[in-house]
């Protein structure tokens, strides 16, 4: 009966039997309709942002600062990621960035001890995908 119930794909309610079972049985949890669509509008709004974002090529930042509206919000995103005590290659801590929106050695530094630390191509690139790994802190 409760495998004939949820292969038609009905709406259940969270306090349902059916729920509960489930839940149990598979560790998922059930989600209302308001939950998903929380979600969804959360995903939105966070591609949104990344998309908005622009790319920021910061392998010559050790030379040449780089200035621009994005690397504020670079830095801001990179100093929650350092909160976690994060080293750099040499070993060392990383402090946290001043928020100047001018980048150089180390917000590069920062970038790339977050895409190790994210599994991303570590190429001091912040692209779409460094961007949605910033935004999310969810690696």
Same mark, same amino acid.
């Given at each position: 009966m409760f495998v004939q119930q949820l292969n038609q794909c009905q709406p259940i309610r969270a306090s349902s039997p059916i729920c509960m079972?489930?839940?149990?049985?598979?560790g998922l949890r059930c989600?209302?309709?308001h939950e998903r669509r929380r979600a969804n509008e959360r995903t939105r709004i966070m591609t949104q942002v990344a998309v908005n974002l622009k790319t920021i090529d910061l392998r010559k930042a050790e030379l040449h600062s780089i200035a621009g509206?994005?690397?504020?919000?670079?830095?801001?995103?990179?100093?929650?990621?350092?909160?976690?005590?994060?080293?750099?290659?040499?070993?060392?801590?990383?402090?946290? #960035?001043?928020? /100047? +929106?001018?980048? $150089?050695?180390? &917000?590069?530094e920062a970038l790339l001890a977050f895409q190790?630390?994210?599994? #991303?191509?570590? /190429? +001091?690139i912040? $692209?779409?995908? &460094?961007?949605?790994?910033l935004i999310e802190q969810d690696f």
């Amino acid at each position: 009966m409760f495998v004939q119930q949820l292969n038609q794909c009905q709406p259940i309610r969270a306090s349902s039997p059916i729920c509960m079972i489930t839940t149990a049985l598979s560790g998922l949890r059930c989600v209302s309709a308001h939950e998903r669509r929380r979600a969804n509008e959360r995903t939105r709004i966070m591609t949104q942002v990344a998309v908005n974002l622009k790319t920021i090529d910061l392998r010559k930042a050790e030379l040449h600062s780089i200035a621009g509206d994005d690397i504020k919000t670079l830095q801001a995103l990179l100093n929650l990621f350092l909160t976690a005590g994060d080293v750099g290659e040499d070993g060392a801590p990383i402090p946290p #960035l001043i928020l /100047d +929106a001018t980048a $150089g050695a180390n &917000t590069k530094e920062a970038l790339l001890a977050f895409q190790t630390a994210a599994h #991303l191509a570590k /190429d +001091a690139i912040v $692209g779409p995908l &460094t961007w949605r790994k910033l935004i999310e802190q969810d690696f």
